[in-house]
């Protein structure tokens, strides 16, 4: 099974920047596409990005557009999420998962979370 393992959160003013990263061990990190979540306290958890197996294709919600960018180094084993240009509503428990790219994949493979959270 895929172990992933989210770092990198913490406490930043807004307006500052934070990179994440998912350390994925266990299987063939390249077998999977890849993407980033979030959850704030009461809220839904909800989609921010996802990039697929080669890093060759990315999506982003659009609440993060042009502030986020996903990422990843399959030699490493790591993808990253880099965030610039954070707000307050930016604060969540990030959480990084995994799709099979088999048909029928789903995103069932998740990490441990990072919290970040932005301070205005």
């Known amino acids: 099974q895929l172990q992933l393992v989210e770092s990198g959160g913490g406490l930043v003013q807004a307006g500052g920047s934070l990179r994440l990263s998912c350390a994925a061990s266990g299987r063939t990190f390249s077998a999977y596409d890849m993407g980033w979540f979030r959850q704030a306290p009461g809220k839904e958890r909800e989609f921010v990005a996802t990039?697929?197996?080669?890093?060759?294709?990315?999506t982003y919600a659009d609440s993060v557009k042009g502030r986020f960018t996903i990422s990843r180094d399959n030699a490493k084993n790591t993808l990253y999420l880099q965030m610039n240009r954070l707000k307050p509503e930016d604060t969540a428990v990030y959480y990084c998962a995994a799709r099979n790219l088999a048909p029928g994949g789903r995103y069932g493979y998740w990490g441990q979370g990072t919290q970040v959270t932005v301070s205005s």
């Open positions: 990039i697929n197996w080669s890093g060759g294709s990315t």
